[in-house]
């Protein structure tokens, strides 16, 4: 019997892609939506890279999204090939990442969210799912090297919600602009910001009504 994609190994690779696009997404928006009074900061492979309001530096994280977005759509729409190699690509980066931190910074990784008061020192964790994740989307890979590509285009449905996700932006705006820094609407606008990305796997899943047009395309 010929290996097919297994959908458990790609909800689980999505799911930790969307949880590593967060780091991305959420400053994006607030760096725009806010502007100088939100300050970020993240490293890449040693790279220490931040900054405060609308700067050249959040290309980083624009990339970043993008690469995300496009990832997701791959493998959730079981584009070709690319279902399963850009998750294993991502992973990897991800991966060897992880590893480099550790041996440059032995002390830990320190997520701070002070909008929310969270402080956390992940240390070898976030590396470690790193690592695992790796191994999932290897065995993905394996299980789909021989299946017949599926292309699944979105649907109405999958438009109605990515339209739904893109009303959110005013909102988002008018919440993370107005008030003091850290207050209740911040604290709103951030809630609402996490919510709208991690719903952008719900956006992009695959629907009856696709894999009926698929098979009547075929």
């Not at 956390?120 to 890979?141: E, K, Q, R, W």
Request: hydrophobic share 55%; charged share 10%; aromatic share 12%.
């Amino acid at each position: 019997m010929k290996p097919s994609s297994d959908p458990w190994l790609e909800r689980l690779l999505a799911f930790w892609l969307l949880v590593w696009g967060l780091f991305g997404w959420l400053p994006l928006i607030r760096s725009v939506f806010d502007g100088e009074t939100y300050e970020w900061g993240t490293t890449w492979f040693g790279l220490q890279v931040g900054g405060a309001g609308v700067t050249a530096s959040l290309a980083l994280l624009a990339v970043k999204v993008v690469a995300v977005v496009a990832t997701l759509y791959c493998l959730l729409r079981r584009s070709g090939p690319w279902n399963w190699a850009l998750p294993l690509l991502w992973t990897a980066l991800l991966t060897a990442d992880g590893l480099y931190g550790i041996v440059a910074n032995p002390e830990g990784f320190w997520f701070h969210g002070d909008t929310l008061g969270i402080h956390l020192n992940l240390g070898y964790v976030i590396p470690g799912f790193n690592a695992l994740f790796f191994l999932v989307a290897l065995l993905h890979g394996w299980r789909s090297r021989s299946a017949t590509p599926e292309r699944l285009p979105l649907d109405i449905v999958n438009l109605r919600w990515l339209t739904g996700l893109l009303v959110l932006l005013p909102i988002q705006f008018a919440l993370l602009r107005s008030g003091t820094p850290h207050g209740i609407t911040d604290q709103v606008g951030v809630l609402l910001t996490i919510a709208q990305w991690f719903l952008l796997g719900a956006a992009l899943r695959r629907t009856s009504g696709a894999r009926i047009a698929a098979h009547a395309m075929a």
